[in-house]
């Protein structure tokens, strides 16, 4: 089981709360906030410790005028190999549970561009709220990783199969218009009114009554993690999975990403 690494004493994020609204901030601009094992520990521990300040909603952002909101996974964690990339246990898989799982709405508030995973992140959230200039990009195809199932529902479920699809094929960016479209993100506003106009939905949701919120909250988790999936559909895609991650063409992406070169990608 990979464990989440004890928080790293180097601040990679921020936290506050005022007037009963909680925001995480991503502070790591020298990995463009890549989702590293740290940075995920102390988002995970930032949640906890604001829904016991009182917290009624939460929002989550990048550093102000934040360029990349956050290029995704951190690469350099990803297993050389042998191991599901993107397993149960997965650092981001646990923290985009605990964005799920949190009785609080999570609004992303998403200022640069989104990649891989933390697209699933911005999904994984009860709202997303990005400023015009804003894209999305699913990597998979590109670094040669097989997306995880939970993920590609969360996918499926906010795009629906065609565009979903599209996203993950073609691995292009996707603008914020286009997301929009695709039921991606709820509001594309200026950027120079995006706090604004987040802290105001923020303000409204918290001033409702908190715990017919919450349970609406917990009733919206629980009915959308209906769809059973039968054991032996789940094993097959856990063999297909096994294929790509140990796969040539999984290790060639993640050394091309290091070389930073093109992925020259054989199909084996
Ligand atoms: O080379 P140094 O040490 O200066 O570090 C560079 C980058 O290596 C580092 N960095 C990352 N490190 C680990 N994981 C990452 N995802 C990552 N992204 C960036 O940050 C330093 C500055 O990056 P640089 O010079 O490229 O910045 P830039 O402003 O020129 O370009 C920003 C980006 C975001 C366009 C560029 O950094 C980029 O394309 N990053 C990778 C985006 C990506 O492919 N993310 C997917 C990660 S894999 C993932 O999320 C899932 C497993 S999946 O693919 O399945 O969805």
Redesign the pocket.
Known sequence: MSEIQPADPVRLIESGCQDRIGVITLNCP???N?LSSALIAQTIQAISELEKQGALVLILRAHEGA??FS??????E?PQGGRD??GYEDPLEQLIRAVQDSRLPVLAMVEG?V???ACDLCMSCDMVICAEDSTFT???A??G?P?NPSGLVRFLKNLGPHHAKELFFVARPFSAERARALRMVNHVVPREQLVEFTLDLARTIAANAPMAVQVLKMQFRALLKGQMLSAETFERIQEMRREVYESRDYLEGLAAFREKRPAVFLGE
């Open positions: 020298a990995r463009r890549c360029q990349v290029a995704g996974h951190d690469v350099r990803l990339p993107l561009t990649w891989g995973g699913m990597t998979p590109r670094l990783v997306y």
